[in-house]
């Protein structure tokens, strides 16, 4: 019997997570991706802690009318302007499974205009 969507999707997942990992030095950008709302977050893996998150149900996010791939490169930029604050400008990208493609890909692009490097 074939895999469910969500069945696939984790496994690709645990493929990708078995090569991506985040250090203090270069965290994780972590990709989430509902129906309608985007969130991303800075992972150290080491010390098991989270170093900044942004999604697009922020408030400065949430009030734009924009398309959900704009909203994505806003949740981006934000992301990418909260990490250079930590003193993160590399990181390593895990797109949690999804295609690097539409909201993802838009999300990636918002981050490296902003100036995070991957």
Known sequence: MALSKTERRQRIKNRIRKVVNGTTEKPRLAVFRSNNE????????????????????????????ATKSEKAALVGKSIAEKALKAGVDSI???????????????????????????
């Open 38 to 65: 985007i969130y991303a977050q800075l992972v150290d893996d080491v010390n098991g802690v989270t170093i900044t998150a942004a999604s697009s149900r922020d408030k400065d996010i949430s009030s734009v009318k």
């Open 92 to 118: 390593s990208f895990d797109r949690g499974g999804y295609l690097y493609h539409g909201r993802v890909k838009s999300l990636a692009e918002g981050a490296r205009e902003a100036g995070l490097k991957f």
